[in-house]
C-alpha cells in the first residue's frame, strides 16, 4: 500500500494553556477531529514526536500521550520504522451505518401483515394526545414524590451486588412479589400466594399473556361494548372472535353474554369499575359470572385497574376472592397509582397455572427490568405507596366533584353525569343525537382530549357520550374546559336545529 507522503498540517492546532483540559487532551481532540473531518485523510503521516513538540511548543510527554490514546482507540497507526499514519478504517465507521439511498426505488414497501397482524392493530389504542386535559386513564404524575423515588434508586446504585443484575426470575423480583400479594390481600381480598403473582409490563402483557396460554385460534372471547379497546389488540393476538356484550350501570350484562356466546372460553371484565361507564359489577352478577365460567370451563380476566381510588362506600371484594374454581386471572397495574411509564402491572393467576406464566414470560421476554421492580418494592415496604394512594385519592375525589359540578352547571342541558364510587374518569351520556367523534373532534382543535364514546366499542352503541379523565386536569383547567365545551355544545345545537 502506498503511503501518502505528505505531513500534516499543523495550522489547525492551538493549544491552550489557559483551558481546564489538559494540553494532551487537546491535541488529542485536535487531531481526532481533523481525522474524522477528512482533514487528514487516511494513511496522512502524523510527523515524529520531536517534530511536533518543537512545533506545538509543548513536552514530549504530551505529545506521546496524546498518540498513544488515539493509537488504542484505532484512529492512527505505527508502522515499525516507518512512523504514525492515520488509519484507513476509523472506529466510527465501524460502529455506524451506511445512509440509506434516498432515490424513489428505495421508498419502503407497505409489507403485507398476516392475518393475525392486521387483527393486532385494527384498534388502535388512543394515541398519546398532545393535551392532558380530560385524558383518560392517566393519573397526575406531576404529584408522584420524585423526591424519594430519586432517593431510592440512588441508593440501590451504591448497594447493588453483581448477583442482583445478572438473569433472575422471569415471574419477577420476589420482595415485588410479596409486596403486591400483601396489598391485594388487605385491600381487594384476592387469595394468593406470592409465587401465583406474576410481574408484567402493565395490564396490555398481562391480557396477552392469557390469551396466548389459554385460547385456541376461533375461540370466543367477551369483550364488554363499551369497553377497553386496549383489551383487544392484546386477544386479538391470540387470534379468537370478540364478542360485544352490552353493559349498564350494574356492569357486565352476564345474562347477555350467555345469550350471545354460552360457549365462550374467556370474559374480559372491570368488575370494580367498568371502563369506561363506570359502573360496578354487583354482586349477584358476580356470582352469575363466576358459575358461567365454571360450567364453560372458561377463564375471566379481571382488570382491577384503578380501584385503588374509591371514594364511597366499600368495595366488593375482587371476583377472584369470591372464585372457588381457579377461573380468574386477577390483572392490576401500577400505571394509575404511581405513573404509565414505569411499565410494571401483575397478573394473579391460579396455583396451576403459575409456572406456565412464569415460564411463558421467560420464553417470550425474559421478565422485566430489575431496577425499577427493586426500587418498586421498597418504595412499599416502606409505606410510600400506600401514602400517595392516600394523597392522591383526596385530590381525584376532590376533582371529580369538581367535574361534575362544572358539567351540570354547564352542560346540563346535553349531557347526564353520575358521580364515580372509584377510579379517574368519568362518562358524560349526551342526551340528545348528537355526533361525540365530532364533538370529541372539535375538542381536540381546543386542546381538550376527551375521547368520544365511540372510541371504546367493537359495535355500535345507541347513545354517545365523552369520556373525561381527571386525573391530571386541575380545578381550574376542569372549568375553563367545560366552558369551552358548552360552547361546543351550543354550536352543535345551532348546527341540528
Ligand atoms: C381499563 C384499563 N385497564 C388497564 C389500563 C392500564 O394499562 P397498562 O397497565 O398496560 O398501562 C388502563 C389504562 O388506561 C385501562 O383503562
Redesign the pocket.
Known sequence: MTRTATYLSLAGIELDRDQPRSLQQQLYDALREMILSGQLPAGTRIPPTRALCTELEVSRITVVTAIKQLTSEGYVHGIPGRGTFVAEALPESMLTMDAEPTSPEATPLTHRLSKRGAAIVSYPMEAPTVSHIFQ???PDVTQFPWHIWQRIVTRILKTYSPHDVGYADAAGYSPLREAIAKHVQITRRVRCTPEQVIIT??????IYLTAQLLLEPGDKAWLENPG?I??VGALQAAEVTLVPVPVDQGGLDVSAGIARAADAKLAYV?PSHQ??NGGTLDLTRRMQLLEWAKAANAFLIE?D??SEFRYTGHPLASLQGLDQHQRVIY?G????TLF?GL?L?YAIVPPGLQTAFATARSNLDRGSEWMSQKALSEFMAEGHFVRHIRRMRTLYGYRQQVLIEALQQECADWLSVEPAPAGLHLMGKFKHAISDQRVAEQLRTVGIAAPALARYTIAPLDYGGLVFGYGATDEGEIRASVRKLRKIFEEEGMRNG
Open positions: 383518560p386513564g392517566v409490563t402493565g395490564t396490555q402483557q398481562a377497553y386496549g383489551a372491570t371502563y369506561p382488570d385497574y384503578d390483572i397495574t401500577f400505571s394509575k404509565p411499565r402491572g
